[in-house]
């Protein structure tokens, strides 16, 4: 058996990772908008904080409706029940990443979870 799994990502506009990499801990999704459109919808989690990583473009995100400028190489931790919608703006289509987790579940971290052998 495997300890890891190893995918390659199409260039859909959304792809989900929880079902192809077997996660347990995280939702990660990568996400593409094309120039001048939006996530059709405002939407808050029940328990999960979501961070974004802005990889390429640029736009803005409604939180609790005030508006932030993202662009590349941005990173924005969202609390669970903040109402938030994303954009790009009218030049560029807006890729990101999205990792859901559970908010206040990080026992450890890299320096206290790792074991040095």
Same mark, same amino acid.
């Given at each position: /058996?495997?300890?890891? @799994? ?11 990772? +929880? ?9 990660? %999704? &990568?996400? %593409? ?8 919808? &405002?939407?808050? +989690?029940?328990?999960?904080?979501? $961070?974004? *990583? $802005?990889?390429?473009?640029?736009? =803005? &995100? &409604? $939180? ?24 790009? =703006?009218?030049?560029? @289509?807006?890729?990101?990443?999205? $990792?859901?987790? @559970? *908010? ?6 890299? /320096? ?6």
């Amino acid at each position: /058996m495997n300890n890891f @799994k190893k995918i390659n990502l199409t260039n859909e506009a959304r792809q989900e990772l +929880h079902d192809q990499l077997g996660l347990t801990g995280a939702e990660i %999704s &990568v996400n %593409s908008l094309p120039a001048g459109t939006s996530i059709p919808f &405002v939407h808050s +989690h029940k328990q999960n904080e979501e $961070i974004y *990583a $802005i990889l390429e473009g640029e736009g =803005s &995100v &409604v $939180i609790d409706g005030e508006n932030i400028c993202i662009k590349a190489g941005d990173w924005v931790r969202i609390s669970p029940s903040a109402k938030r919608q994303f954009f790009a =703006s009218k030049q560029s @289509k807006l890729k990101y990443i999205c $990792i859901q987790v @559970k *908010a206040n579940s990080l026992e450890g971290y890299t /320096m206290t979870d790792a074991i040095v052998l």
